[in-house]
């Protein structure tokens, strides 16, 4: 049986290192709003049950910090001759494909760490809700590029040209 989507040819590319931080400062900032939750429950409520809780968030933490490098360079794109491919994941891999004729909105999204480091978010809305792609962590000349350069594609393509 043929393979129909050959991953393995093409022109990956990833997103900045720099979205790492970004990673990292969601992780810490969820894990210490988490951790102060349990240490109510332990402390103010009285669960005895609550010193498990505050440690499963803290290993949880951990382990979302040291997994957060890989699950950054996980992250990719490509640009086809008709779609835009994307992935992300290390366990649970998906891809999208998303045709560059079907997106109705191309958008670009800066957080306060993002914009702090010089990164935006690049999203793409289609007809179809379940077809919606952030490609985060872009440099924001590279997303303003990428999204001037998606738009031209997506209106050539729905003129049929």
């Known amino acids: 049986m043929p393979n129909r989507l050959d991953l393995s040819i093409g022109d990956w590319r990833r997103v900045s290192p720099k979205y790492v931080v ?10 210490v709003i988490a951790a102060a939750a349990a240490t109510f429950f332990w402390l103010v409520v009285r669960w005895d049950w609550g010193w498990a809780l505050l440690a499963a968030v803290v290993v949880a933490t951990v382990i979302g910090l040291v997994i957060a490098p890989r ?20 366990m649970f891999q998906r ?9 109705q909105l191309i958008d670009i999204n800066r957080g306060p760490v993002g914009r702090a480091l010089g990164l935006a978010d690049l999203k793409f809305v289609t007809a179809a809700a379940s077809t919606g792609v952030v490609i ?4 924001e000349a590279d997303a303003a ?9 997506a209106e050539s393509r729905r003129a049929g040209l």
């Open 22 to 31: 970004v990673v990292i400062v969601g992780a810490v900032v969820s894990g």
């Open 71 to 90: 699950r950054a360079r996980s992250i990719g794109y490509m640009m086809r001759e008709d779609d835009l491919l994307f992935r992300r994941g290390i």
């Open 95 to 103: 891809f999208v494909s998303v045709p560059y004729g079907r997106m």
């Open 136 to 139: 985060p962590g872009l440099k």
């Open 145 to 153: 590029e990428l999204r001037d350069r998606l738009v031209e594609l």
